[in-house]
């Protein structure tokens, strides 16, 4: 192919500057794609192609207006591409390009997304941490940073490990994650990253990640002071530095608003691993929908802002006493006062996002509609303060402070700024004039006035033509080939004046000019410029005023968001009967008539108590299947977690002890991507919990041990129960179908039984939703089975064998190549069918697994063991036990249950389980 020239090589010499997969360059009013990058463009935005001809070859080309770039960037980023943007600027010798941003999910400003859009830098501090001098931090953990472009939002956090710094980034659900020069090499990190969030994953430049020039520009961007202050690791520093240095490279423009840094310190906040969030579904159902999550709940939220903090509070629960008393004491205020709480939140409603519109000035690509927006909710404000001082108890809560604590006055001086400045309705683009308010400066002024006079007189000049000179259909227009023009009809044609100059003639009529036309023409176009050029320099100065002010604005919306967030809280309460809880700070959990916050939107909810505390911390839940026992318990979890927030809580009455951490292991789902089982997924899940809950800790575990073997499963469940119990010491509810685990509450001072109840009368079981203290000894499944539309000689026959093994009777199994039937016995030693000519090596089994020795003598040694034995031998395909196998079986022996951790016990049955396999 012939090398390109004109402006489709300078496209591709553009293209060899940058690492982004497609390009858009300027080329007068649009902006245009070429190559490879045209046909992208076209497939996925559905863009016309043509043909572009340069040195002669052809090469495909698109393009959008430059009015329309925006969503068509935001389109392209959404899909995962980075597009670098080259603007024009003017030469000596005609135009140029440079690429002045690169666009990635990470630095899109121009998102309609409310939540908040979140740029990621994870740093692993056992490595150099890209110190590119090749030293080692002297900082083990992980280190991150959080940005939103959008809002000028900058987070940074300390992770002790890789599964700290994995909650963390599903907590804060990123959009682009840059992950330093040695988590980049961490493939299981890297896969569970883009397993868990919907994340970009960016590979950014080693050096920005150096410790020394990282601090250096952290330092450079925040102050000295208030990085010393933060606190934080090494690699955390790193992480933000990275962070800055991709934003400022990728010209995102936003590095000014940008104002301040704050830590995200573990201990002044609940503990909600991804595991957790996801169970409880805080922000999205498992099927990963928002409708039906706890967040969409109690989001009654007027602003996007409001949604973004109360979104966050949920996934950031505090453990400070003080913090959520005032949360409370504002949502209560605001619960009792109707009227009032309506006005507050009519009054928020008229508030736009304050934060997103700051971080837009100090990026130059605010309107003239965005600082019409920015004062109409700097005046949201006052209004807001005389809402809540109006009503004595709004006015006695902390509400009154939130909304004192931006700057008043400041904020009244840009808004006044504002209102002398802005027209009443701006147009939408910055270059086509009519952006300012007449008075705002008298330069623009005059020129405004005298282009006024001259289009007054070109309005009138059809009129005065007419009249002067007799003449019928005259019109005066305007069009970019002829320019101003006087058009008359053919019949009047012939008797205009002599100074009128012929310019064109059309079918019905002619069009004319005269010297005082043309001069008019002149002097109007060139106050036009003037004034499209003195209005947006004017404009620009504006703009720029309300960039220095970005820290006010983000003060501003910060308080507006809080209040709209309280305000939330308080109508959900009074719309759904929710209570304040007593909060304190010892192990006592009580709730009386609790009610699952999402559950009891869709159904009548049958409410249930619970009490935890310290001589019943650990409850040991049965019930039949479909009984509500995971409903019950997430309900708890939900409702600590709600309190956690500053939230009223559905129940009658409640105490709660504050918790340091809400774990839960609530079912499982194969991960066969990953080489990882539903057991191994449950046991990793057991494990984590095990190692990082405390006595100060909630923990919910609904069913432990289902995935393998029955006396595998119930040995580590038992072992989990005594762990927790004895060495963890958390508050604990724990189901269970193994109903061995209930005689614990008799053994173990702190655990209790209780049981969720269910009716059985005349074959038939009701549900009754009702939990209440002490066992239950049956599951039901046959009767969920039944309910599920198992085919009747289905459960006809489970009901058959389950009777039988009731009665530790023998079972006929049915079918097969013989006519006769063949009895068969359950082992659950093995977990299999035992045939008839197999019962004293079953019962043997059973009698060995309990841990009793065989006796030679029982009827498992004799009776018609004796004869069917030989028979086995003789003709069966039963093999003498290979030593291998064997040698597994003696190690399996020597294991005590009783003494050996969980986790090591769980490792040893894997170990085993891989030794049988092979």
Known sequence: MTEATGIVGEFFSLKEETDAEILTMQCGDFYEFFGEDAEIVSEELDLKVSQKSSHGSSYPMAGVPIDDLTPYLKALVERGYRVAVADQYETDSGHAREIVRVVTPGTLLETSDADAQYLAAVVDGSGSAGDSSGSSTTDSGYGLAFADVTTGRFLVADATDVDDALTELYRFDPVEVLPGPDARADDELLNTVRDRTDATLTIHETEAFAPKRADHTVREQFGTETVDRLSVATPTVAAAGAIL???????????????????????????????????????????????????ATIDHTETSAGGRLLKEWLQRPRRSLETLERRQESVAALSTAALARDEVQETLGKAYDLARLASKATHGSADARD??????????????????????????????????????????????????????????????????????????????ERHEAIK??????????????????????????DGYYIQVGKSAADGVPDHYE????????????????????????????????LE?????????????????????????????????????????????????????????????PVVEQTTEFVPNNVRLDEDRGFLVVTGPNMSGKSTYMRQVACIVLLAQIGSFVPAKEAEIGLVDGIFTRVGALDELAQGRSTFMVEMSELSNILHTATEESL???????????????????????????????????????????????????????????????DGEVTFLRTVRDGPTDRSYGIHVADLAGVPDPVVDRSRDVLERLREEKAIEAKGGASSDPVQAVFDLGSGTMQTQGEPGRAQAQAASTDGGPMDPDSDAGSSAGDSDTESLDANSDTRPIDPD?????????SIDVNTTPPIELVSKVQELQERLEE
């Open 502 to 533: 012929e310019i064109k003639t059309l079918k019905n009529s002619k069009r004319f000019t005269t010297d005082e036309l043309e001069e008019k023409e002149r002097e109007i176009l060139r106050l036009e410029e003037r004034r499209g050029d």
């Open 536 to 596: 947006y320099e004017l404009f620009e100065e504006l703009r720029e005023q309300v960039a220095a002010r970005a820290e006010l604005l983000q003060d501003v919306g910060r308080a507006l968001a809080t209040v709209d967030a309280l305000a939330s809280l308080a109508t959900h309460a009074a719309e759904n009967r929710w209570i304040q809880p007593e909060l304190h700070q010892g192990d006592r959990l009580t709730l009386e008539q609790g009610r699952h």
């Open 371 to 448: 600082l019409l927006a920015v004062q109409e909710t700097l005046a949201v404000l006052p209004a807001l303060a005389d809402a809540i001082a109006s009503n004595p108890d709004l006015a006695d809560s902390p509400l009154s402070e939130i909304v004192d604590r931006p700057d008043r006055d400041a904020a009244r001086e840009l808004r006044e700024t504002l209102e002398e400045a802005i027209a009443d309705e701006p147009p939408s683009t910055v270059t086509q004039g009519e952006l300012l308010q007449c008075g705002y400066d008298d330069e623009l002024d005059e020129v405004i």
């Open 885 to 893: 196998t064997e040698a597994v079986l003696e190690d399996l022996e």
């Open 699 to 761: 923990v919910i575990l609904d069913e432990v041990g289902r995935g393998t073997a029955t006396y595998d499963g119930i040995s580590i469940a038992w072992a989990a129960t005594e762990y927790l119990h004895n060495e963890v010491k958390a508050k604990t509810l724990f189901a269970t179908h193994y109903h061995e685990l209930t005689g614990l509450a008799e053994n173990l001072p702190r655990v209790a039984n209780v049981h969720v109840a269910a009716d059985e009368r």
């Open 456 to 481: 007054e007189w070109l309005d009138t000049l059809a009129d005065r033509e007419k009249g002067q000179y007799g003449l019928s259909h005259v019109t005066v227009d305007r069009n970019k080939t």
């Open 245 to 295: 240095s991709y934003v400022e490279e990728t010209g995102a423009g936003v590095l000014a608003s940008m104002t301040r840094i704050q830590a995200h310190h573990g201990d002044d906040h609940v503990t909600l691993d991804a595991t957790t969030q996801r169970n409880l579904e805080l922000t999205e159902t498992m099927q990963g929908k928002r409708d039906g999550s706890l967040f």
